[in-house]
């Protein structure tokens, strides 16, 4: 992808097929949201150990994403969903006036559907056990895709806080396998200290 797009850096990454509430109150991010029509914007993981100029700030692996609603919220801000569509890399970044980091980026191919093993069904249980508890984080997923190894690994990937350079290391996998092999180890290591 040779043109430029805006970035938006976050705690948490929207993945694809993944979507996400936000609150839009920065002006940088109020103008990349007006923009969306003409400048795609990504979902960007910031890194927490860095200064904000520090040249490492964001990783370099970033959601495109698509607002699929926006409302006024009560606090008369701007809330909008975005909902992820491909992971793309970051080849070039810099800011432009108004601090808004912009992009360019080149695709990075999907991570392929794949079924659960039977080792990694543990996790259905505890991400279905995650959207009880948080329903409005499961009213974004009104057809879940239980079963499929990919979805489960972004939806962990999603809601689950770890490292952010451990994250970043497994949005960088050609595959979702690193990530459901990190969050089996993870699962397992929680249910053995509960027990």
Known sequence: MSEAIALF????????????????FEPRYQRLVREAQQRPFASALLNP?????????IFPVVTLVQIVDFCQ???????ITIEGTQRLR?????????QLHV????????????PLTAAQQPLVAALQ???QQNPELAALYPAPQWQDG???????LEVLTMPAQLKSQLLEADSADPALDTLCQ???EEQSAAS
């Open 9 to 24: 850096p976050l705690s948490q990454i929207v993945l694809p097929q993944g979507r996400m509430q936000l609150r839009v």
């Open 49 to 57: 150990y860095v200064h904000q100029q520090h040249p490492a700030r």
């Open 73 to 79: 919220l009560d606090d008369g801000l701007l809330g």
């Open 90 to 98: 970051i080849s070039k970044r810099w800011q432009e006036a108004d």
């Open 103 to 114: 992009a360019e980026t080149e695709a990075l191919a999907d991570w392929p559907s794949q």
């Open 129 to 131: 056990q995650i959207y």
């Open 150 to 156: 990919c979805w489960q690994a972004q939806r962990w």
């Open 186 to 188: 993870w699962l397992s």
